[in-house]
Each structure stands twice: as C-alpha cells, then as structure tokens.
C-alpha cells in the first residue's frame, strides 16, 4: 500500500482517537486497551513499510499519549506524587525533549553574547549589573572574597528570599509563553545575559575558578531549573502558534497542563538551589576544593540525569512492557 493511501485510510481513525484521549471521552479500559492495540499496529506497520516517514513521529507520540492514559488507570490507586515524578514528567520530557534541546541552545547563545559583549565594552558589565553591585563585587575581590556577597544576610533569611526569587523568575518564563513564546525567550536573554557578563567579569579580573566555586555551588540546579521553566513556556507558546489536529483553544489547554508539569517538577529543584545558596556558598571560600568541586558536579549530574536522562530510559522500560500491562487491565 502507498503511504498516501495508508495515511488516507486511518487518519480518521487516529484523530478521532487522539480527541477521545485528550477530551478524557474513552471511560472503558477494554475499549482504550483495544484502540491502542489498533495504533501500535499501524506503528509497526509504517515502520516496516514508511520507516523514513514522518507519519512515524506522530505515531509513536499517539501511542505513547494512549499508553499514558492506560497506565494511569492501571495506577490509580497508588501514590499520585511519586508517579508524577517517577513516571509521568519523564515521559512528558521525552515527549516533548525538542523544545528542552532548544531552551539549552537559546540559553549558551544568550550566555554567550552576553560574554562577547562584556569582552568588548568595558561599560556593558555596569550597564547590567549596575555601579552599586560592580563597586560592592571590586572591594569584595580586593579583599580576597569574590563571592561574599552570598555571606550577607542570616541563613534563613537568605534561603528564603532567594528561593522566591527563583520561583518567580521561572513562572514568569512560563506565564509569558502566552505571547507566542517571545515572552519566555525574553526572559531567558535577561538572565542569559546578565550571567554571560557576571562570569566575563570575574573571568576579567582573574578570579574566575573563585567565583565558579562559589556562584555554581547552588547555580548548577538554578540556571538548569530556570531553563526547563523556559521549556514550558516554549511548550505553552507552540500549543497557540501550532495546534495540529486540536483546535486552538484545545491545543492551548493541552499546553498549559503539560507546561504546568514541568514547572512544578521543577520546584524541588529550585529549592534545594536556594537551600544551598543559603546554608553552603557562604562558606565556598573555606571548604576544600574538592568538596566545592564535588557538589556541584553532584548536582549537575542530578538534575541533567533527570530531565536528559532518565526520560529515555522511562519511555524504553514502558514499551517494552507494554504488552504484559495490557494484559493486566
């Protein structure tokens, strides 16, 4: 059969299915087990026949939606919250792993020009940080604490207040993905530049592994969470601009409960960043290296695991069990 004609034949029968299972219309296990069973077909089918065809990639994300939905009813007695963690946000992160690829592109190009720019205007890193905070970080380096900025103020206090800081930051990146996306981009290019600049500065004044030590002691989960948050608004901004076979209101809704997920898987996240920032980048200076080195690769690895990582290996362990839980329901 031509491609043409397969997709002609069952695109109905897809789109229909797709609606049911967004618009939560399919109640019956048996039914939804026995339409998947019909999409997966079709899968293997395309695979062996169309294996270069884009009709693949919206296969494999209709089957995944349904198995979803599947394995929701099979778990709907166990615990919500560590499924959400365990199973269902790596799942939406594979899903949608595009739209992380191009946050992190959009966050080293941003960095990066705020960098080169630093490097070529010697007033741009005032410009950004502003005189009060250069003069405050020049005494601070003079006196042989780059980083005692993040000394100031009580533990708690600290923790707290830079905590909500974060969180505002990435619902904001979120929020404003409503216009289009542009909003969540203009957020990213703010910090993205203002970091590029902060990190040339001390790079400038030849305190750079000082401030590395110190700043990506709790940096390494902020900045990485603050980019996952600019995913979501991606996600959010595309459901208006693109809304496939929904209707834009549908896709909008669609959006906004994915990129809702993710901001909330988030959160742990952002503050444990702020809990470091404020009970263990005070004492950077003073710790050997290798425990400043060793947390923030820790750290780093932890979440770069979860969001990069482990999704594919959550979407790999459900396919190939997929049969046996159908066989369960």
Request: charged fraction near 15%.
């Amino acid at each position: 059969m031509r491609e043409v004609a397969f997709i002609k034949q069952n695109k109905e029968k897809w789109v229909r299915f797709e609606n049911a299972i967004a618009n939560n219309t399919i109640t019956n296990t048996d039914e939804l087990a026995s339409q998947y069973i019909q999409v997966v077909n079709d899968l293997a089918y395309a695979q062996t026949y169309y294996p270069k065809s884009k009709v693949l990639i919206y296969l494999n994300q209709l089957a995944a939606k349904a198995f979803q939905k599947i394995y929701k009813t099979k778990t709907e007695d166990t615990n919500r919250i560590i499924d959400f963690w365990k199973r269902e946000v790596p799942l939406i992160c594979y899903q949608y792993r595009q739209f992380i690829y191009v946050a992190f592109i959009i966050f080293f190009a941003f960095t990066f020009i705020g960098a080169i720019s630093a490097a070529n205007d010697g007033e741009f890193v005032r410009s950004i940080l502003g005189d009060e905070y250069v003069d405050m970080s020049l005494e601070n380096i003079k006196a042989g604490d780059p980083v005692a900025v993040y000394k100031s103020g009580s533990n708690w206090g600290s923790f707290i207040g830079i905590t909500v800081n974060n969180l505002k930051v990435g619902i904001m990146a979120f929020i404003l993905g409503v216009f289009g996306g542009i909003g969540t981009i203009y957020i990213l290019f703010k910090n993205c530049i203002m970091l590029g600049s902060f990190q040339y500065f001390f790079y400038e004044k030849q305190v750079f592994w000082e401030s590395v030590r110190g700043i990506w002691i709790h940096g390494s989960m902020e900045i990485f969470a603050i980019v996952i948050e600019a995913a979501a608004g991606l996600i959010l901004g595309a459901s208006i601009l693109f809304p496939a076979t929904y209707s834009r209101y549908e896709s909008f809704k669609k959006g906004t409960k994915t990129g809702v997920k993710i901001l909330i898987s988030t959160f742990p996240f952002t503050f444990s960043a702020g809990f470091l920032e404020g009970f263990i980048t005070r004492y950077s200076n003073v710790m050997p290296h290798w425990m400043s080195v060793g947390i923030i690769i820790s750290t780093l690895s932890l979440i770069s695991y979860y969001y990069l990582i482990y999704p594919f290996k959550i979407h790999k362990r459900f396919n190939e069990t997929v049969t046996s839980n159908l066989l369960d329901i």
